[in-house]
């Protein structure tokens, strides 16, 4: 056996081992000990009835550190933000503070129950009006739900706003326009409120194209949806103008708030003329992000738009304590269960705080340093489509590799070998074979400067052995998997060997 052979069985036996540990049942083996029984023992078809289970099914029988094993090896074979450097654009996968977490885990907020009365609730509801008023200031608007789950339901909750403000004018309008560079979830939420989308284009500079917009806008419109800065990274800079050419016309002007963290504390879309917007807490305000915990997506509007609002809004009764404001009769009604995320209002309020105006803003500017950072080093590396400058987020484009075969998603499964996640792949549509990266704060330059590297010797790599970034990652449990099979047929859970089989 030569040495690359033995290094190749010791690998084996590891993800033996891994893949084994999903089938270490034995009959018989605990996890748990429980005290001799000291009341009669009762069946329990007797207690409970036809509410008993006949069949347990196939548990897995395993010893106590068999599980723990389980669970703790499983939890390393994530990527996350806590790992390194997850340059997700679009996404501002910034780290979650952990001071964060300690707020969020006080035992009167932890613990409180969306039932309790509002009397012994006042603590809470602060919270819930605090953190209104803060993002109410951020974002320059008048009034504020803090219900929407996360950034697409923010959406959708906007955009019901927009419909019922129009109907009660008398005509809820037809269409919604979309520039070509907005993120999915855009046109999926117009259509979703009954309206038709109508594509935008974007000029040489990536930005939305006025003649365009003054072409496209008439009655039947009812709204414009677009991102600023918009998934270029690029900032609307005629945003003031294209708010005026909307509302001369009786639109209005709807603000994906996703890339709100290079704005914070410099300028403000309820200045610059949206009506309404949705803010990604999990995003711009350090909240958890991903792996299907829960998200928020506060929505904020002008004055116009308030009376329709999901109930219950907050307010502060007449003898000065707070509580619920149900009576409502312009309110599209709830959007979510109780009051939103609360765990995550109160985290998103904790970050605020502690970073205070002049943190927050610190936070905007080093956000878009870093990024334009990697947009210098790596320029010429990786081709720039746009030179217009950029904000928190660079969109680069394959069109350099392309050549030798190697596209936008090769590259990125190649930097998994260097230890960093994937940056965004393909997105923006408007860039065909989209590289977008968004640093966020959170990097120093150190871990800058070795992202840097890394994206440079795969860019090297692609010119003298294409094979190796062609078939990464090489590093990983599992090298690449059928992505075809993997999104058609995904195996999304452990099922018993026996179910697994047929047999
Ligand atoms: C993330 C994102 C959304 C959707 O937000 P979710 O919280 O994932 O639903 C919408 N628009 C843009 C530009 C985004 O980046």
């Known amino acids: 056996m030569n040495l690359n052979e033995k290094i190749r069985k010791a690998t084996t036996h590891i993800s033996q081992n891994e893949g ?9 083996k605990k996890a748990y000990k429980l005290p001799p029984l000291d009341v009669p023992e009762v069946d329990a078809a007797q207690l409970l009835g036809k509410q008993a289970r006949e069949d347990l099914g196939q548990m897995p029988e395993v010893s106590e550190i068999e599980i723990i094993r389980h669970y703790t090896r499983i939890s390393t074979w994530n990527y996350a933000v806590d790992h ?3 340059p997700l654009g679009s996404c501002t996968m910034k780290y979650n503070p952990r001071v964060n977490e300690a707020v969020a885990r006080l035992t009167g907020l932890a613990e409180a129950h969306p039932y309790q009365p509002e009397r012994i609730s006042q603590g809470a509801l602060r919270i819930l009006k605090m953190l209104s008023e803060q993002l109410i200031e951020i974002t320059g608007m008048d009034a504020i739900t803090l219900q929407p789950a996360a950034g697409a339901h923010g959406e959708l909750t906007g955009i019901l706003l927009v419909r019922a403000y129009l109907e009660s004018q008398g005509n809820p309008r037809k269409k919604v326009l979309i520039p070509d560079s907005a993120h999915g979830t855009n046109p999926a939420t117009a259509a979703i409120c009954g309206y038709a989308v109508e594509n935008l284009k974007s000029n040489a500079a990536g930005m939305v194209d006025i003649a365009s917009l003054v072409a496209q806008v008439n ?21 003031h103008k294209i708010a005026e050419v909307l509302h001369a016309k009786g639109a209005l002007l709807y603000m994906d708030g996703a890339n709100m963290n290079a704005l914070v504390g410099k300028v403000r879309p309820g200045d610059f003329g949206a009506d309404v917007m949705h803010l990604n807490l999990h995003k711009t305000f350090s909240t958890p992000h991903g792996g299907g915990g ?21 307010v502060t009764k007449p003898d000065g304590t707070l509580g619920f404001d149900y009576n409502r009769p312009q309110s599209i009604g709830r959007v979510r269960m109780f009051y939103g995320n609360f765990g995550m209002h109160v985290r998103a309020l904790a970050y605020i ?7 927050l803003r610190q936070t905007t500017e080093d956000a878009v340093l870093n990024s334009n950072y990697i947009r210098k080093k790596l320029e010429g590396v990786y081709d720039l489509p746009y030179k217009t400058p950029t904000m928190h987020e660079v969109v680069f484009s394959d069109r350099l590799q392309a050549p030798k075969g190697i596209k936008t998603g090769d590259i990125a499964k190649r930097l998994i070998d260097y230890g960093f996640h994937p940056y965004t792949v393909s997105f923006p549509l408007v860039v065909h074979g989209a590289l977008m990266i968004e640093p966020t704060e959170s990097e120093s330059k150190e871990s800058l400067d070795l992202f840097i590297e890394a994206m440079k010797d795969i860019a090297e790599e692609v010119e003298e052995h294409p094979e190796i970034v062609l078939e990464a990652p090489h590093n990983t449990r599992i090298s690449r998997l059928d992505e075809t099979m993997a999104a058609r047929k995904p195996i999304l859970r452990w099922k018993p060997q026996s179910e697994a089989t047929g047999k």
């Open 219 to 239: 009655e039947d419109v009812a709204a414009l949806m677009l991102t600023n800065p918009n998934t270029l990274g690029v900032f609307e800079q005629e945003i």
């Open 20 to 28: 084994l540990i999903f089938e270490k049942s034995s009959p018989g």
């Open 84 to 86: 390194g450097m997850y």
């Open 353 to 359: 705080m502690a970073n205070g105006p002049d943190g």
């Open 294 to 314: 829960p998200g928020s997506g506060p929505v904020a509007c002008k004055k116009i738009l308030e009376p329709f609002l999901p109930t219950p809004v907050v």
